[in-house]
């Protein structure tokens, strides 16, 4: 029993697991996020960023990285009341 035992993934895909792991550390890469979403998931990104909205909302991708999730959660959040507002004509910002 002295094998080390693989850390639980949470039922994410090898693939969802890629897209929060590259979120998470996109900024220290040298080329353009764009480029490198092209690069190493073959999809657009605009594709990319639909793929990681609807991964925000599971609970799996809240066990794999709880304080990720928590702020993508945040952000999407904000950036959906400055919509709305601006719909509305209201300033948010004081």
Same mark, same amino acid.
């Given at each position: /029993?002295?094998?080390? /035992? &693989?850390? &639980?993934?949470?039922? +994410?895909?090898?693939?969802? !697991? !890629? +897209?929060?792991?590259? $979120? #998470?550390?996109?900024? *220290?890469? *040298?080329? *353009? #996020? =764009? *480029? =490198? @979403?092209? =690069?190493?998931?073959?999809?657009? &990104?605009?594709? %990319? %960023?639909?793929?990681?909205?609807?991964? @925000?909302?599971?609970?799996?991708? +809240?066990?794999?990285? &709880?304080?990720?999730? #928590?702020? +993508?959660?945040?952000?999407? $959040?904000?950036?959906?009341? $400055?919509?709305? !507002?601006?719909?509305?004509?209201?300033?948010?910002?004081?």
């Amino acid at each position: /029993m002295s094998e080390a /035992m &693989p850390i &639980p993934r949470a039922g +994410l895909s090898d693939e969802q !697991a !890629a +897209l929060l792991d590259f $979120e #998470k550390s996109w900024w *220290s890469l *040298s080329g *353009s #996020k =764009e *480029s =490198e @979403i092209r =690069e190493r998931f073959g999809i657009s &990104p605009t594709r %990319y %960023y639909q793929l990681l909205n609807a991964l @925000i909302d599971s609970e799996d991708a +809240l066990v794999h990285d &709880p304080l990720l999730i #928590k702020r +993508l959660r945040r952000l999407r $959040e904000t950036r959906q009341k $400055e919509r709305t !507002a601006r719909r509305l004509g209201v300033n948010l910002r004081v």
